[in-house]
């Protein structure tokens, strides 16, 4: 017992030091560990078994609306780079650059790439002539490189793992279309497959991403009351087109240029998930994402046909669910804090008494509620409890949401609040730069987004004072 209580003493209070207790959930659980490369990690296979769940739902959602995987260079030209004024100067303080190849120095520098817009343009506008070439609809599965000062597992690392959707279109309309569509299928994977609730919303010029006309994006809150955008979608307009000379004949003879979108998820959601459904204990996984939903413990596994019959049940519920089956020598309350820390969605109990009494006892991950389901049932109940799970994962974390999301009148109250209750903060914005750069010095919360669900706070803009049409979600953010 000595050992199972260290096990879980390893994990520091969320509520004594939130910041440590991710770091530990992220080492014990085994999802990444810390590399010899500064700011980058290693996610572990048990980490890279839940990003291969994310990445498998994207890539059937990607591919349901018609995109076509693609793979680009890890290269930039400097030339190639500078061609859009705003997006490198966007970038321009976070790129690795490669000067080298071997023992000679490089002609052009080498860009590690941040993202990819210039390296698709360059390929479209080589590429691309008739009306009839468009739309394309591409998306990447790769890692990119940011040279981030500041470094946490999953949150923020130097090179993460990502998708990055490319798309190119004959109107604006299309575009725009376009861009709000990858934002839903965003909010879907977030809220049914991951069980995070999210505001969708547009950013504001000052956060947009560099080079774009809009920005939209998902936003989440974590369960220390910091926001995490975890996913945004750009529309670009015709600003890389123009720069790249992307033109295409439309149906009328006319030379025009094409209408751009690009959007991105990355491993960053991985925070997000520990950090909206994790407690003490360890982690907490939806079982949708979850890449052990059910693991079976045999009890007094040394007994006959104990093992015997965990592995006919384990036959039997692997068509229904993904299960593992502990019968190493550990002890079993030491197995229960185990797959307690890696978020196991539930624990199949199974030992002599059980089987006598044709049963297996379901322990819950989020609840810990046991249940004893005859042997005879276990098909039905299973899936019951596992679709239960996933629900009220969802249901609990938007309460969380709703209990620490907030109103201010005046630049005061968003102080405050900002101060004294971490959250969301709903208040209304003039539009003014000045404004939200002061809201930002005096409460030290950006704008996360203007959701796409307006409603009217007050009549006037929580700064100055002047008369607001937009209400803002601000907050602090990771």
Not at 380 to 399: F, M, N, R, V
Request: hydrophobic share 35%.
């Amino acid at each position: 017992m000595a050992k199972e209580k260290k096990f879980v003493e390893a994990i520091t209070s969320m509520d004594e030091d939130f910041a440590q207790w991710y770091t530990d959930i992220v080492k014990k659980a085994e999802l990444a560990d810390y590399s010899g490369v500064r700011g980058c990690m290693v996610i572990r296979p048990y980490g890279y078994a839940i990003w291969e769940n994310i990445q498998r739902e994207l890539d059937r959602m990607f591919k349901e609306t018609g995109h076509e995987n693609v793979y680009m260079p890890m290269f930039i030209p400097e030339s190639l780079l500078n061609k859009e004024k705003e997006h490198v100067e966007g970038f321009a303080p976070e790129v690795a650059w490669v000067t080298h190849g071997g023992s000679e120095e490089l002609t052009e520098r080498l860009c590690v790439r941040p993202t990819s817009e210039t390296l698709f343009c360059d390929h479209w506008s080589k590429t691309v002539q008739s009306y009839n070439d468009l739309p394309k609809l591409y998306n990447q599965w790769c890692s990119v490189v940011r040279w981030e000062k500041t470094t946490r597992p999953f949150l923020r690392t130097a090179e993460f793992l990502w998708q990055e959707g490319h798309t190119i279109h004959a109107t604006e309309k299309e575009a725009e279309e376009e861009t709000v569509r990858m934002l839903n299928v965003y909010a879907t994977l977030a809220e049914e497959f991951l069980a995070i609730p999210v505001v969708k919303g547009q950013k504001t010029d000052k956060e947009k991403f560099a080079g774009a006309s809009a920005t939209y994006t998902i936003e989440a809150l974590m369960h220390d009351g910091k926001a995490l955008q975890a996913g945004t979608s750009h529309n670009f307009g015709d600003n890389f087109a123009k720069a790249f000379d992307i033109q295409f004949t439309d149906k009328d003879g006319k030379l025009k240029y094409v209408y751009e979108t690009s959007w991105g998820m990355s491993t960053r959601i991985m925070g997000a998930i520990i950090m909206v459904h994790g407690d003490d204990s360890g982690l907490v996984l939806p079982p949708k994402v979850a890449p052990i939903q059910v693991v079976i413990i045999p009890i007094s596994q040394h007994v006959e046909g104990v093992v015997g019959k965990a592995n006919e049940i384990k036959d039997r519920i692997s068509k229904i669910a993904r299960v593992k089956m502990d019968t190493s020598d550990k002890m079993p309350g030491w197995k229960f804090n185990e797959y307690e820390m890696k978020g196991v969605p539930v624990r199949l109990e199974i030992g002599p008494k059980d089987i006598e009494k044709n049963q297996v006892v379901l322990v819950r991950r989020d609840t810990r509620e046991k249940t004893f389901v005859s042997l005879d049932e276990i098909e039905t109940k299973l899936p019951e409890l596992l679709e239960d799970i996933q629900k009220s994962l969802y249901d609990k974390a938007k309460s969380v949401r709703e209990e620490k999301t907030y109103k201010a009148a005046d630049i005061e109250e968003l102080k405050e609040l900002a101060e004294n209750k971490p959250g969301f903060i709903k208040a209304m914005w003039c539009g003014d730069r000045e404004c939200e750069d002061k809201i930002k010095e005096v409460a030290g919360t950006t704008s996360r987004c203007m959701p796409f669900e307006q409603e009217k706070v007050s009549d006037t803009c929580v700064c100055c004072g002047k008369k607001a049409e937009k209400m803002v979600y601000w907050g602090k953010a990771y």
